[in-house]
């Protein structure tokens, strides 16, 4: 079955095949986490590959090629990702490996007739040799082939991989119609996917996790060390934190500091706004200088999240990055 976009994409997706006699060879789809880029990506590459698409532009839904588009099997998509080992464990980085499997696809024209389709997700992900590797076949694509690369972090991609691409900014949804799918897809109460909808920093597609009662609770364990400290030993705090991956708790962490600075301008908080009263009590013991240098070293860490060589040491210094908001960190005698 083939994944359908969201309904807040389904408009930029008729305009982007309404244009296919000047679709590029390369696109990069770049927004927030959680907003859905991945399944416009894969409903955009379907599209690409439907052998009888409908008025629109959109994949049937029915043809051999949709069956095999949605089964991962199409001979004329690959899709590039990051990779699992036997054990089930998930790799941090798309390796060149991967990019120099491509050769005989790329050197040779569609199974089909019609166009090939390249998928990096997230194009983030590549190294730099991966990502020079790649950067031989963007330079002289072949006839008929589209590449399609997705990432939330396009800082992190190559300049010469991003200059070769035409870049589509995809936008979540507002609040109201964010709500309402969160409803439908959990049959949550609109209050509940409110609060969840906070939590996961208004990305639909994350809040959804909050439904899940093993996903809630490790959430509200990285919130609870979150918001003990600074009178939380540092080092507890990290004990707490690690036990869930870096991706997780980093931006909850950044979030966290961005309500106090909220709080402190005087503003209700954004994302936790059920711990108001600790997040202005946080906000009278900094200032503002203070929050904004805090909040730079945290942007700074996100370089980083995808491959600490050191987890533990990351994560020590990432609440160090925070409490450089409130000055020196007390330190109780298990510090």
């Known amino acids: 079955m083939i994944e359908k976009e969201l309904p807040w994409h389904a408009e930029m997706l008729r305009a982007e095949l309404a244009r296919l006699d000047s679709l590029p060879h390369a696109l ?28 629109d532009g959109r994949a049937c839904g029915q043809c051999d090629a949709c069956g095999w588009s949605g089964a991962g099997t199409h001979p004329d998509l690959r899709v590039l990702s990051l990779p699992v080992d036997d054990e089930g464990k998930v790799g941090r980085e798309i390796k060149v490996d991967q990019v ?48 399609v690369l997705v990432s ?9 991989i991003r200059s070769r691409c035409q870049v589509r900014v995809l936008e979540g ?12 897809q959990t049959g949550g109460t609109p209050q509940e996917a409110g609060t969840w909808l906070a939590m996961a920093g208004g990305a639909p597609l994350h809040a959804t996790r909050f439904a899940e009662p093993g996903q809630a609770a490790a959430h509200r364990a990285m919130l609870e060390a979150i918001a003990g400290l600074p009178e939380t030993a ?17 931006p909850l962490l950044q979030r966290w500091l961005m309500d106090v600075g909220r709080c402190h301008g005087g503003a209700e908080p954004r994302y936790f706004p059920a711990h108001g009263r600790r997040l202005a009590e946080l906000a009278g013991r900094s200032d503002a200088a203070r929050i904004a240098q805090a909040g730079k070293g945290l942007a700074a860490q996100y370089r ?14 990432s609440i160090e990055c925070y ?3 409130f000055g020196a960190p007390p330190r109780t005698a298990a510090g």
Not at 127 to 147: C, H, I, Q, S
Not at 234 to 250: M, N, S, T, V
Not at 304 to 317: D, G, M
Request: one cysteine or more; charged letters at 20%; aromatic letters at 4%.
């Open 173 to 184: 949804p507002g609040l109201d119609a964010a709500s309402a799918w969160i409803q439908g």
């Open 152 to 160: 939330h972090r396009p800082d992190a991609i190559l300049p010469t």
């Open 304 to 317: 980083h999240v995808e491959h600490p060589l050191n987890p533990r040491l990351f994560c020590e210094a």
């Open 234 to 250: 540092p080092e507890a705090a990290a004990d707490a934190l690690q036990r869930a991956d870096a991706r997780l708790w980093l």
């Open 28 to 55: 990069l789809l770049l927004g927030t986490p959680g907003i859905g880029k991945s399944r416009y990506a894969r409903a955009l590459a379907a599209a690409l590959l439907c052998e009888s698409p409908a008025p």
């Open 100 to 147: 120099r499997a491509l050769a005989e696809f790329l050197n040779v024209g569609g199974h089909r007739g019609g166009r090939r389709v390249v998928l990096i997700d997230p194009a983030d992900a590549m190294n730099t040799v991966t990502a020079n590797t790649l950067l031989k076949t963007l330079e002289e694509p072949g006839d008929g082939l589209v590449f």
């Open 323 to 325: 409490l450089g908001a």
